[in-house]
């Protein structure tokens, strides 16, 4: 059976797919120096592409001294490229480790963390929670020695159940939700149990960028999906799902991370159409739709699904109680089946302690009055930053919700450069290029208002316009002719 290969809705990348494609198999250890390579003509079968497009990946290749020709005998991987070391010593830890860009970036530790989608501890009832565990304790005296299945508490099951059915209009059971430690967990155990290599896969452009690595990991062809201030162009979108067949579209309809966009709902009951139609998944991370500015956003995308193309993740570590990392899964049974599975091999389900602390706690009425107070403090923390924005010729759409805001400088500051100051400096961000499964947007960042307090955001803000204003250090040389 032909395959089918990414396109990145730009002419001429798509050689740039299979190069990549390549070079991961390379990166991973499947191919070792000296091994020969498929030849051109049963790549272009595989990936339906023409030759010319192949052979424009081998060139590439070889060009950056990664593969070399033999006379009339095809292509090889050259015994001194140079790969990174420990993709080729370790096959096995490459393939799991291969690309976190911002996990990278999240280690650095820094004063003005502009880089974390996280939110303040400070904005959190800290001391009402930790006398609140103990109540939690004393309910459950047992819950130490007490064994706990792999898909969640009964309990907490049954209450998010009818939470889901009275806030967003979802018809669900209780054997239809699994907890899981958070909707990065989530995430990974979706690719593992439902994607297979080679497989394509939608990404919004730019996304979520730890999503853009754990798809490439699975070894997914990657097809971009542009995301707008009004949403989606639907009829890309159709056609993407007609050309490619993807198995699966990940998305975050709701104060989209990096962009802070929202799907409306119109689009939302179209794209579960589309998913029907064309057979292919959708994997809604809904991590901030409680986090709203103004009026609350629309239904969830599985709040439309009638026949099982939904899967939905929402997690709440972005503002219950980050600590605990609990998140659910709302899907079907018949994929519920393999996600249990997948679990099942890498634990045995998430902690019991965790799950009893968050259904008491979640559900309690002290928490649910915090969550205006947590909008309100956002909303001012955003408009600081915006207020020290609005000096600058950087532009941005304001978001109505969610934790960051994406923002484009001039294009004659160089994003990477201004990111390495600024570590210095005690700044961080999120370049947008790893947002990006093109890896273009190269003059975008991700700036999240959400983890410093008011006083170090406004500092934070002010110094990183002063570094990406103040020097022609960051002016291309091409550009300063
Ligand atoms: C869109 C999106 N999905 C998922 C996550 C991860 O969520 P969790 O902490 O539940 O793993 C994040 C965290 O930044 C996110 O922004």
Redo the contacts with the bound molecule.
């Keep these: 059976m032909k395959k089918t290969v990414v396109s990145s809705g730009h002419a001429g990348k798509l050689f740039e797919q299979i190069y990549d494609y390549i070079l991961d198999r390379i990166r991973r250890g499947e191919w070792k120096p000296h091994d020969k390579l498929p030849s051109i003509r049963s790549l272009a079968t595989e990936f339906n592409v023409h030759r010319l497009t192949v052979f424009k990946a081998y060139q590439l290749l070889k060009e950056n001294r990664i593969v070399e020709v033999k006379d009339k005998s095809g292509y090889y991987v050259r015994p001194d490229h140079s790969l990174p070391v420990d993709s080729l010593h370790n096959p096995i830890i490459s393939a799991y480790v291969h690309e976190s860009h911002?996990s990278e970036i999240h280690q650095v530790q820094a004063e003005y963390v502009l880089s974390?989608?996280?939110l303040d501890p400070n904005l959190l009832p800290n001391l009402y929670f930790s006398e609140y565990v103990k109540q939690v304790f004393d309910l459950y005296p047992k819950m130490l020695g007490t064994y706990f299945t792999v898909q969640g508490d009964q309990e907490l099951r049954d209450a998010l159940c009818r939470y889901f059915t009275d806030c967003h209009r979802f018809h669900l059971s209780a054997d239809e939700l699994l907890i899981t430690?958070?909707?990065?967990?989530?995430?990974d155990l979706v690719a593992r149990a439902l994607v297979k290599p080679r497989d394509a896969v939608m990404l919004e452009r730019p996304t979520?960028s730890?999503?853009i690595d754990i798809f490439r990991r699975q070894g997914a062809a990657i097809v971009p999906v542009e995301i707008h201030p009004y949403g989606y162009d639907l009829e890309q979108v159709e056609k993407l799902m007609q050309a490619y067949k993807p198995r699966l579209f990940y998305l975050?309809p709701t104060f989209?991370?990096p962009t802070g966009y929202i799907v409306p709902a119109e689009q939302r009951k179209r794209l579960v159409e589309l998913a029907e139609r064309y057979q292919c998944l959708l994997l809604e991370?809904d991590?901030?739709r409680d986090i709203y500015f103004g009026k609350e956003p629309p239904l969830p995308l599985f709040a439309y699904d009638t026949a099982g193309w939904v899967i939905y993740?929402r997690?709440?570590?972005?503002y219950i109680a980050?600590g605990l990392?609990i998140?659910i899964v709302a899907c079907r049974s018949s994929i519920m089946n393999y996600l249990i599975k997948a679990k099942l091999l890498s634990d045995s389900g998430t902690p019991l302690v965790n799950q009893k602390i968050f259904l008491h706690y979640f559900f309690s009425e002290r928490l649910q009055q915090h969550m205006e107070k947590l909008r309100i403090a956002l909303a001012v923390r955003k408009d600081i930053v915006e207020q020290e924005l609005s000096a600058t010729d950087w532009q941005w759409n304001s978001p109505a919700g969610g934790?960051?805001l994406w923002v484009k400088l001039p294009e004659t500051v160089e994003i990477e450069r201004l990111l390495s100051t600024c570590i210095k400096q005690s700044i961080t961000f999120v370049p947008g290029a790893i947002c990006d499964p093109l890896k273009e947007y190269k003059s975008w960042i991700r700036l999240s208002y959400s983890y410093l307090n008011e006083q170090l955001l406004r500092e934070g803000i002010q110094r990183l316009v002063k570094l990406a204003d103040g020097s022609n250090a960051y002016r291309h040389p091409m550009l300063n002719d």
């Design positions: 911002l974390k989608s996280l430690c958070g909707s990065q967990e989530a995430m979520y730890t999503a975050n989209q991370s991370d991590p901030y993740l997690s709440f570590s972005k980050p990392g998140a934790f960051n």
